[in-house]
């Protein structure tokens, strides 16, 4: 049998290779790798004889237990425990252990006695029932429980304590003793249509429940919640439950475990959450309820005791309430305070309400339906009339007597179908599961319906989406339904509020960081709510009209079709009372309406109609006013119009007890009116009237040839503008107003404000935003009168209709016309004395009348004349502005000079001679955004490209809902005063829409007042050139002057300017050199941060004396703050003063070190803040609230070793421990602090690692921190030698001294890198001479300093080269470097010394050569002069070489070219290298943060606007540092991400490929929490690793094929090599699938099929008549019993296939009886790599086992790589050997 044994293993391995297929196959013993049950960690025991638990596939307890070596069976419960009386001797009948389902107490107790160290067990009677004494065995207390196990309140005893009696102290529930299930399930059986729970036969509730009337089904986990996600509807198959048993609190604790300092739950054994919760990063603590929610008044600060939470378990009430509040349309019961039922109980879906008896019972008779009066649960029943529609179903019902509205579709249950259309319009959409119309869905009459498959993102879940790729904003919490919570908080600020069902804040609710979060009751949608909401989105759609309370107003109307009627309380029609547009109203109320209530209904239909006044009876007001017209006049009693009382609009109202007034003045119309005062402007717009003094709907400027359209209201059509020579515009049909626009295009947003007009298409003077009840006054223009919003549910805001005056009327018209005279008018709309046109610059003296005093007028440039008078005259040129900036430019060779018409104004294409460009300008003389055309390409087309910076982002936040909208002028430009209309929120900005610090005001404040200063020439030509990429951009201070020192950043170039701007001559140097001092001595700190301060509009600009120091008191104008300064500028705290309060006295004292540093820290929570005394010093106690510990501390406010104390232990006793403490902070020395003093000096954490320096400053070679014990070595730059940390109590490392060589460095820089050359080095740290490549088998001869040695490359498979004689003899050190530094380039060529790797081609001064190939792969591309790949120039082998000229910018380079076209945004600042320089700044915000070498934001670096800017030391790169430096030029390669200190992150990203995963602090993987794409990111917790991780982790051949693993660690359908480019499927088991594999530059196969398992693929390839075939099970897997039917032979095999030894039966005889083994780890991963041409196939021996040697051949005919491996298939590091070599011996 050994002998036929031997051969089946010689036949499988030549199916292995793909030969034949075998007869029998090998031995399988299954190997448990990392078993995690308590039932499979008894199950891998392996000693002789030993008893071996057997388990089921979920690695529970097989019910039947038997100990082979002995014959024994016997029957075990879930716990794995016997159960007495089963067990029988060997040769008798197994027991009979049919499966009691588990009790309460048992299932209890089982999840605890196997998981939690010392936690509470419950104790259980043999039936399983809760023995009626509990004790806690690791606490010792005692007390009492009932039947369903809960505590019976006051029977704990404490440890020592006698136990309580509790004999007959187990009071059972009303009636029988059921469980929760059963009892549930009794109590709704009155209910028809509720959901019943389904119980198995202990009355324990099913894992997987379904509604029977809904036809839902979902899973509930082990404490009894609904599995959020597993909810089905009707008709779809019901949920998998297997393995859900995550609770509440595991699934909050398992998401907020990603988000660092966020609040992790803390969760019992059973998944529920402990009373008691603290969040860790604050300290702070609260109770909590059964639901997780905090308990109010129960929130202790840090450093306080924790909370007393006593543990109340939920009463029946609860339970059942929290059990089925995720289930929607559910009867959820309401419990009072106590958890006790409420006598009264409702359905809310229904109306149903009825009694209940104290334990939750239904009482007979008392169920009353919908609309009825509630029961009186003392005896009375009122009954109702109705049906228990459905929602649908209800508003089905309730608009079928309206012909033509939306009647919505529903399904044989009364639910909405997911496609919903409207009959009269053709429209169709699709709506999601929470009822809401899917956006994008909607299709017009004609289109193909959409396809609503999978549309199940509601709004709350799609808003959530896209704020999660916003870092720190507000991310919305929704509940299982995808409904918003009604609490929300931000989880970066801690702010937390209440909201609606649309997600609106509710006012007054918001609360500060550390404050109780509010208690918002959860109000579910009335019907009219429901129905508004869900039908808001259709144009042209009834849409209810609610009031505050969500009922239905007694009238409503159609918009849209002018339709009205009165409706039920229900909402429904009542009959009779529908009237069509233009028809009276019905009076909906009790009292018949009068005449003038009856006129005033049907006015109200028709937009700007007349509507009739009437007083509180009903009555006509004896004086009536039209208010679109704002004529008045007298009425009768019956509303008849007083012949001659008529008084036309700006006239006082008649006097109705007889007298007419008359009007004053000319009869002149608007239009004749402007004529005649216009008449005496030369070149002004002079508009045409008709014959009846009205405006021609066509008006034309004679001076510039521009004409254009007005509409109805006199108002200019937009685009209807057209320059000298083009045709007139037609302007028939064009008489939409601002206000109609503006209401058209906010209809397209949901929820928008959507303005009324009147029927002029005027804007009405009260405005009010349906979606939330707000209400305000606007002017004529449509602008919020300040102080008049009113909330919602507040009576509106009286509005006074003031008709416009002659000055505003003739400024709203003329405002939209470029460079026209625009009158300036006073608060109270009256002509202003001195009016200016600003195009021109002229300005002259006005009548009240608006009409120019004679001989006033000033030309451009000079002082503005005196109105009451005089009339200055003007000097010099009135150029215009591109004149003027023309000519300030002609001396700057190669700058950009604008080109100017024969009037003076900008050309609309501009072009720069020298650089070829070209592009548009629109009509405020703004650069238009991608019309940048590069040289040699044609000129970009400029026509019709007008819109403007403010006009495009209004257009692109249009699209947002509740965003901001910026408000631009007639020009395009921003408007002063800015304001976002869903929060209240207004703002000052300046010219280019940045925000004006301190002039934000919340909402119901009043609006800031900000003043329209004009730009001055600097800052026209700063922002007319901030879009062009090297353009010069001037700097100006905050009042618009030119600096006197002007620098051009693309050119380095700087120079002194005149106040005009104009270079001073003799001044200019070039990039390099040092600038020309423009002032007469050198700036000091204060004058330099001054000038820095004065470049933000608003911000804080210091205030020094005449030497330049800081003045001790400081004030910022704009916010109208003071405060005291050191002599360093720094602020003394405790000094700053508010606005309005007298300044503070500011003594000379400068801030102490302690005080430095409190004031730092004090805004940070959790940080420890030193505590100082009255004169600054250091206290010599400390203490960090946070954290309770306190130590000693030196003068110098360090750490005293040994005196650190933990929470509750005393403090430490600093008296005596140090000399007494010096008057003043010791002086630093001379010489500048090294990198090991820095750090030391910052840390400011106590308990933190503090580095230890030598007494020169450099890092100790070993390195401890004191409070976790651990040591390490580290190199000169006190990095971490890896391998060196001792854990705590172990002897310290031995760490030389000598700093890392040039090897060491390194070997240890590309250690991680898989497949990259790694330096191998000597015992000194000095290279090896012979240097190999492992993953290419390449070896060469390397000099001292680790260059390649020319000609002595060998191949793979060559023998290495002889390196001795080669080179002198190896210097003692390494050699030290020429007089000139290496440069970049030389210092990478250096480093790639690898052949086949990538060397960089520098040219003779050591620069990089634009042109970049690399000669192993054939391809090529181009850099910067940093070296940088230049996107999109890499070309293939065989290709051209890239063209490369002007290829140049860096990564800095191009973000400061791209961030250059958005105004106002951060623009980032390079060195002459193009790197990034450590300090940044925001010119337009005046923040400035340091940045690391990848231009990543410092964190805690930044700095507000008017403080000095951050020292940003220029430290060493870390190897994380390093790593992601030297990758980031390679087009889609991983980068690691490092933290602030240069370390990894825990949690590491490919970008190109979306996959996360965790990693060591060495940048290590951990294996098994790789996840890909789309997936959630593991949270780096430990887990077992799946088989997929294992083999991912066993990998450790550079080059070498690795598995692609899930989220969970399970195999990705689709595989592929990356080394070789080859893809393929694999089945579950990770195992190929036959002619999936697809080659290199093939697109990748399609997985998404069940593939061919092995078996399968063995079977269809058997083609052979009488050959063997395996037989196969439904799942593709290996029978375990396989025959070979041509000679009878039968035999078992392992899940792989292969033969098991000894079971092999001869034809004619019995099958042997197999049992399914399965795969070992080895077999597992053969099977999978086999069909992989090149895989490392591992050798398994006879038992599945890991040979100890493991070759990979690349071919069948190469030798390939060998190396040792552990018998769990680990690689050994350093056994590997190279082809050609011998094996190594891994004995």
């Known amino acids: ?679 005496h402007l030369p070149g002004s717009f002079q508009p045409q009237c008709d014959s009846q003094g009205q405006f021609l709907p066509i008006q034309c400027w004679e001076a510039t040839g521009q004409c254009w359209c007005i509409n109805r209201a006199e108002e200019v059509v937009l685009g209807t503008l057209t320059p000298r020579g083009q045709p007139r515009p037609s302007c028939t049909g064009l008489s939409q107003t601002s206000c109609e626009r503006l209401r058209a295009s906010a209809s397209q947003v949901p929820g928008a404000y959507v303005p009324q007009c009147d029927s002029e298409g005027r804007f009405l003077p009260t405005q009010c935003r349906v979606s939330t009840g707000q209400c305000w006054c606007v002017n004529a223009a449509g602008d919020e009168v300040p102080g008049t919003l009113t909330s919602p549910g507040q009576t509106r805001p009286t509005c006074p209709v003031r008709l416009m005056t002659r000055c505003e009327f003739w400024s709203a018209s003329v405002s939209h016309l470029p460079g026209a005279y625009v009158p300036q008018c006073d608060s109270q709309g009256q002509f202003l004395p001195t009016q200016c046109r600003v195009s021109t610059g002229q300005c002259w003296c006005v009548t009240p009348a608006g009409e120019m005093v004679s001989g006033t007028l000033t030309p451009q440039g000079q002082p503005r004349p005196n109105c009451a008078g005089s009339t200055p005259t003007l000097p010099s040129h009135p150029l215009t502005m591109c004149e003027w900036w023309r000519a300030g430019v002609s001396h700057r060779p190669g700058s950009f000079q604008p080109q100017c018409d024969s009037q003076g104004q900008f050309l609309p294409i501009q072009c720069w001679e020298a650089t070829g460009q070209c592009w548009c300008i629109n009509r405020a003389e703004e650069v238009v955004l991608g019309t940048l055309t590069p040289r040699g390409q044609p000129r970009p087309s400029c026509t019709g490209l007008s819109q403007t910076s403010c006009e495009r982002l209004r257009a692109s936040a249009s699209q947002v809902p509740g965003a901001y909208v910026p408000q631009c002028d007639s020009e395009g430009r921003f408007l002063p005063t800015q304001c976002r209309v869903s929060t209240g929120q207004c703002w000052c900005v300046n010219a280019a829409g940045d925000e004006v610090p301190g002039t934000l005001t919340s909402p119901g404040q009043t609006r800031p007042t900000c003043p329209v200063r004009l730009l001055t020439r600097c800052e026209f030509w700063s922002a007319s050139v901030s879009h062009l990429p090297g353009a010069y951009i001037p700097q100006c201070d905050s009042q618009g002057s030119f600096f006197p020192t002007q620098c051009w950043v693309s050119t380095g170039q700087c120079w002194c300017v005149t106040p005009a701007g104009e270079v001073v001559p003799g001044t200019v140097t070039p990039a390099g050199q040092e600038r020309h001092s423009c002032t007469d001595r050198p700036q000091t700190l204060c004058e330099e941060r001054r000038t820095a301060g004065a470049t933000v509009a608003g911000a804080y600009v210091p205030q020094c004396d005449s030497q330049g120091q800081f003045l001790p008191t400081q004030c910022w104008e704009s916010t109208g703050q003071c405060w005291c300064v050191n002599a360093a500028g720094e602020m003394v705290p405790g000094t700053l003063t508010p606005q309005g309060q007298p300044r503070p006295s500011c003594a000379d004292r400068p801030q102490t070190r302690c005080e430095l540093w409190r004031a730092s820290v004090s805004q940070l929570p959790g940080a420890y803040v030193p505590q100082c005394d009255a004169q600054g010093q250091f206290l010599p106690t400390q203490c960090r609230v946070s954290t309770g510990q306190c130590w000693c501390v030196t003068p110098a406010g360090e750490v005293v070793s040994g005196t650190l104390t933990s929470q509750g232990q005393p403090r430490p006793t600093c008296t005596g421990v140090l000399p007494p403490y010096p008057p003043t902070v010791p002086t630093l020395p001379d010489r500048p602090q090294t990198l090991c003093e820095q750090r030391r000096a910052s840390v400011t954490v106590a308990g933190a690692y503090v580095p230890q320096c030598d007494s020169q400053g450099q890092f100790l070679p070993t390195q401890c921190w004191e409070s976790t014990g651990q040591c390490w070595c580290v190199n000169a730059a006190g990095e971490m030698v890896p391998g060196t940390l001792t854990p705590q109590g172990q002897p310290r490392p031995s760490c030389a001294d000598r700093p890392q060589t040039r090897c060491e460095l390194w070997r240890a820089s590309v250690s991680h890198l898989p497949g990259a050359y790694v330096p191998q080095c000597d015992s000194q740290g000095q290279f090896l001479p012979t240097q190999c490549r492992v993953s290419t088998g390449q070896c060469w001869c390397v000099t001292p300093a680790g260059e390649v040695v020319s000609g002595t490359l060998t191949s793979q498979g060559q023998p290495r080269p002889t390196c001795t004689g080669v080179l002198p003899p190896y210097p003692p050190t390494v050699p030290t470097l020429p007089d000139r530094p290496q440069t970049l380039c030389e210092q990478r060529r250096a480093s790639g010394t690898v052949a086949g790797a990538y060397v960089p081609q520098c040219d003779s001064q050591g620069q990089f050569l634009p042109t970049q190939c690399q000669e192993s792969t054939g391809q090529c591309w181009c850099v910067t002069p940093a070296g940088e790949v230049v996107s999109g120039t890499l070309t293939p082998q065989g290709q051209p070489r890239p063209n490369c000229a002007g290829l140049s910018p860096t990564s800095c380079e191009r973000l400061r070219a791209s961030a250059s076209q958005v105004p106002g945004a951060y623009v980032p600042q390079c060195d002459s290298e193009g790197r990034f320089l450590p300090t940044q700044c925001r010119v337009s915000t005046g923040q400035c943060w340091c940045v690391n070498a990848a231009g990543d934001e410092v964190p805690g670096t930044l700095t507000s606007p008017g403080q000095t800017r951050p020292t940003c030391p220029v430290r060493l790169m870390t190897r994380c540092e390093f790593w992601s430096a030297s990758v980031s030029h390679l087009p889609g390669a991983y980068i690691p991400q490092c933290d602030s200190q240069g370390r990894f992150f825990p949690t590491q990203c490919w970008v190109s490929t979306g996959q996360c995963w965790c990693v060591t602090p060495a940048g290590e993987v951990v294996p098994g929490t790789v996840t890909p794409a789309g997936q959630e990111r593991h949270s780096c917790t430990d887990r077992p690793q799946t088989l997929c991780e294992q083999r991912r982790t066993g990998v450790m051949v550079a080059g070498a094929y690795v598995p692609q693993c899930d989220s969970q660690g399970q195999f990705l359908p689709t595989q592929c090599w990356e080394s070789t480019g080859q893809c393929w499927c694999v089945n579950a088991a990770g195992e190929v699938v036959p002619g999936t594999l697809t080659p290199q530059g093939q697109p990748r196969p399609n997985c998404a099929v069940r593939p061919q398992t092995y078996c399968e693929y063995w079977r269809s390839g058997v083609t052979a008549p009488g050959a063997y075939l395996p037989q196969c099970d439904s799942e593709g897997r290996f029978l375990p019993t396989q025959c070979w039917s041509s000679i009878g032979h039968c035999w078992c095999v392992n899940g792989a296939g292969d033969g098991i030894s000894g079971t092999l039966t001869p034809p004619g005889q019995p099958k042997p009886n197999c049992e399914v083994v399965p795969l070992t780890f080895c077999q597992l991963w053969r099977n999978s790599v086999t069909p992989l041409p090149g895989a490392l196939v591992p050798q398994c021996d006879p038992q599945g086992q890991f040979q100890p040697t493991q070759c990979w051949r690349t071919s069948s005919d190469s030798s390939g790589y060998c190396g040792c491996f552990s018998p769990a298939g680990e690689a050994i590091p350093g056994t590997q050997t190279p082809p050609g070599q011998p094996r190594p011996s891994c004995a």
């Open 1 to 679: 049998m050994n002998m036929m044994f031997t051969l089946c293993l010689l036949l499988c391995a030549t199916l292995a290779l793909g030969k034949m297929p075998p007869e029998v196959s090998t031995v399988c013993v299954p190997v448990i790798s990392g078993p995690h049950t308590r039932c499979q960690r008894e199950a891998s025991v392996t000693v002789p004889g030993a008893f071996l638990s057997q388990c089921d596939p979920q690695g529970q307890y097989l019910p039947t237990q038997c100990w082979e070596a002995t014959g024994y069976c016997w029957c075990v419960n879930a716990a794995g425990e016997e159960v007495q009386g089963t067990r029988t001797p060997p040769g008798q009948p197994r027991p009979n252990c049919a499966v009691r389902p588990l009790t309460l107490c048992e299932q209890r107790r089982a999840s605890v006695t196997a998981t939690v160290a010392g936690a509470y067990v419950p104790q259980c009677d043999s039936q399983g029932r809760f023995l009626p004494t509990q004790c806690w065995e690791s606490t010792g207390q005692c007390w009492c429980v009932n039947a369903a196990g809960e505590m019976v309140p006051g029977t704990m005893t404490s440890q020592g304590q006698p136990r309580p009696n509790c004999a007959g102290s187990t009071p059972t529930l009303p009636g029988h003793p059921l469980t929760m299930c059963e009892w549930w399930r009794a109590g709704v059986s009155h209910l028809p249509g509720s959901f019943q729970p389904q119980c198995d036969s202990q009355g324990q509730f099913l894992p997987i429940q379904c509604w029977e009337a809904t036809g839902q089904c979902w899973c509930i986990n082990r404490a009894e919640e609904v599995v959020l996600g597993t909810l089905t509807p009707r008709g779809r198959p019901r949920p998998s439950c297997t393995g859900l048993s995550q609770t509440s609190c595991e699934r909050l604790r398992a998401s907020a475990s990603q988000v660092p300092g966020a609040y992790v739950p803390q969760c019992d054994s059973e998944g529920r959450f402990l009373p008691t919760q603290c969040r860790v990063s604050t300290g702070q603590c609260w109770c909590v309820n059964a639901a997780g929610d905090e308990v109010p008044g129960t929130l202790t600060s840090p450093g306080q005791t924790r909370p007393t939470c006593p543990v109340r378990l939920m009463t029946r009430c609860e339970f059942w309430s929290a059990s089925v509040s995720h289930l929607p349309g559910a009867y959820v019961p309401q419990c009072d305070s106590q958890g006790q039922f409420l006598p009264t109980q409702c359905r809310v879906s229904t109306g149903q309400c009825w009694c209940v008896t104290p334990a939750g019972e239904m009482v007979s008779g008392t169920l009353t339906s919908q609309g009825q009066p509630r029961p009186n649960c003392a005896g009375s029943t009122p009954t109702l009339p109705g049906h228990p529609l459905t929602m649908c179903e209800w508003w089905r019902a309730g608009v079928s007597h309206r012909p033509g509205s939306f009647q919505p579709q529903c399904d044989s249950q009364g639910q909405f179908l997911p496609i919903q259309c409207w009959e009269a319009t053709g429209q169709c959409w699709c709506i999601n599961r929470a009822e809401e119309v899917v956006l994008g869905t909607l299709t017009p009459r004609g289109r193909p319906r959409p396809s609503c498959t999978g549309l199940s993102q509601t709004s709350c879940e799609r808003l959530r989406a896209s704020a999660s790729q916003v870092p720190g904003a507000y991310v919305p919490q929704c509940d299982s339904e995808g409904r918003f919570l009604p609490t929300q908080c931000r989880v970066s600020t801690g702010q937390c509020w209440c909201v609606n069902a649309a997600g609106d804040e509710v006012p007054g609710t918001l609360t500060s960081p550390g404050q109780t979060r509010p208690t918002c009751p959860v109000r579910l949608l009335t019907r009219c709510e429901f129905w508004s909401a869900s039908v808001s989105h259709l144009p042209g759609a009834y849409i209810p009209q609610c009031d505050s309370q969500g009922s239905f107003f007694p009238t409503q109307c159609w918009v849209s079709t002018g339709q009205c009627w009165c409706v039920t309380p229900a909402g429904e029609v009542v009959p009779g009372t529908v009237t069509p547009a233009g028809q009276e109203r019905h009076s909906c109320t009790d009292r018949p309406q009068t005449l003038c209530e009856e006129r005033r209904t049907a006015g109200a239909t028709v937009a700007g109609a007349y509507v009739p006044q009437c007083d509180s009876q009903g009555q006509f007001l004896p004086t009536q006013c039209r208010v679109s017209t704002g004529q008045c006049w007298c009425v009768t009693p019956a509303g008849e119009m007083v012949s001659g009382t008529l008084t036309p609009q700006g006239q006082p109202r008649p006097n109705c007890a007889g007298s007419t007034p008359t009007l004053p003045g000319h009869p002149l119309t608007m239009c004749e009116w402007w004529r005649a005062g216009v008449s």
